[in-house]
């Protein structure tokens, strides 16, 4: 196979569990040696898809590749891949040495080999000490580590983690996500990440695919997800973003999106919304500027709420008909702006890049944009 052959194919891919159809007909390219995260609501249908890669459940339509290769018919043992599920078992009679070495056992690997990858899995989670313990002498958190060294010392082309972090605290997380990177990068797998932490997959991850019921909304690298979001559900589900309703008209001013109750607002307004079309306008908190005297373009309002984040104040103002939350980075923050009481008068502005429309309707219409980058 070419160096573009993308690990993983899905053509159509769907599934129904009975009259509910859970995952929308999908055509997705996973690319060799990509970190591929996907993000959503609980029951969006991200482990049904997972499985569906897997061969643990068998789609409704569509088909998979791997590799080049359609597998509809090869069972997931014969499949070059593994899975961690979101709720693992490890057997509970043998040591984590042993939880960990059980597929290059049954795959009689020769033993200098075995004890080598055993041990470098066993590294990479932090448990070569802990070689000899019964999964019932471990913490949940070790537990997940073992069940994570045992989805990759087999060295598969790809792996499926199903929030493989979720039950570690928050600094053996951040250790976790930065080894998992590592080993992905030098070992060469392709990674398919479920994960509720938006920030793992912003972090971690080359693209990412937003799902919403059964549906992917859009699949792009982190940065376009964030900074370039095609629908309110992508902009208000990764990151925090004030979602305006507005309408595009074209009067003396020019084509510019009005919103009632504040008038103009700035905005990058791309020219296929046509006038009269009701839209909402997205602005990151972050992008915001709040200040206690009224400058050109800026909103006047009220604080209705301020609380104190550490690195940031988070502010709501309430301007004409909306509340907007914006951001002032504490070592940007004014004498002037902390003195000032919930109540107090202020002006919101931003720049009109900041200002992203987007279609106003809440059904997300699907972009299928996938293709590896
Ligand atoms: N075997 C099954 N029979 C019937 N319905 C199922 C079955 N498995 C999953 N579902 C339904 O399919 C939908 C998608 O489930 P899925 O487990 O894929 O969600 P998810 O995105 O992984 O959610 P979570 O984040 O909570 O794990 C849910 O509505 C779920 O109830
Ligand atoms: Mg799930």
Known sequence: MTQTT???????????FGSNLVVEPLDLEIGRNE????????????????RMITGFETPSGGSVELDGKTVDRVPTRQRDLNMLFQSYALFPHLSVY?????????RKTAKAELDTRVREALALVRLEDFAKRKPSELSGGQRQRVALARAVVGRPAVVLLDEPLGAL???????????LKRLQ????????YVTHDQEEALTMSDRIAVMSHGRVLQVASPTEIYDA?????VAGFIGSCNLIDGVVTDDNGGRRVVVPGLGPVPATLPDDFATGTPVALGVRPERTTLTDQPSEGAFEGVIS??????????????????????RVPSGEMSAALASLPEGGRVWVSWPAAAGRVLPADATDAPVLNGSPA
């Open 35 to 50: 970190f591929f995260s996907i993000l959503g609501p609980s029951g969006c249908g991200k482990t049904t898809l997972m």
């Open 169 to 179: 605290d928050q600094k053996l997380r951040k250790e976790m996500q930065f080894e």
């Open 185 to 192: 990068k030098e070992v060469g797998i392709t990674f398919i």
């Open 229 to 233: 979001p095609i629908s309110k559900f």
């Open 6 to 16: 993308p690990a993983v194919r899905l053509r159509g891919i769907t599934k129904s």
């Open 98 to 106: 042993e939880n960990v070495a059980f597929e290059l056992r049954v």
């Open 305 to 326: 709420e301020r609380v104190f984040l550490g690195d940031e104040w988070t502010y709501h103002v309430r301007a004409g008909d909306q509340t907007l939350t914006v």
